[in-house]
Nanobody
Framework: QVQLVESGGGLVQAGGSLKLSCAAS????????MGWFRQSPGKEREFVAA????????YYTDSVKGRFTISRDNAKNTVYLQMNSLKPDDTAVYYC?????????????????WGQGTQVTVSS
């Protein structure tokens, strides 16, 4: 059974940084892509970033390009989201997710397994 556990959320001032982690278990981690999504109160869950199994290909939503970096350590079965220059609009619950097929997409419905989420709050 695939399990995903996020950590690293918290409260930060605008302009600050946070690094989220997502530890995966239950199958061969390096074979599958990983994604980060977020959901703010009253809004739909949205794509943030994704990374291929090898880590060689990454995708970002336009609003985080140049500020967020997704990476993975396949030896540790962990994916990361480094978030810099945070803005109040980045406030959300952040979820990691993975697919059942070996290529990454930016589509929420393509992801089969989800973590429980970690809260990120950016104060102005």
């Amino acid at each position: 059974q695939v399990q995903l556990v996020e950590s690293g959320g918290g409260l930060v001032q605008a302009g600050g940084s946070l690094k989220l982690s997502c530890a995966a278990s239950g199958r061969t981690f390096s074979r599958y892509p990983m994604g980060w999504f977020r959901q703010s109160p009253g809004k739909e869950r949205e794509f943030v970033a994704a990374i291929s199994g090898s880590g060689g290909t990454t995708y970002y939503t336009d609003s985080v390009k140049g500020r967020f970096t997704i990476s993975r350590d396949n030896a540790k079965n962990t994916v990361y989201l480094q978030m810099n220059s945070l803005k109040p609009d980045d406030t959300a619950v952040y979820y990691c997710a993975t697919r059942n097929v070996p290529w990454a997409t930016m589509t929420l419905g393509d992801y089969a397994y989800w973590g429980q989420g970690t809260q990120v709050t950016v104060s102005s």
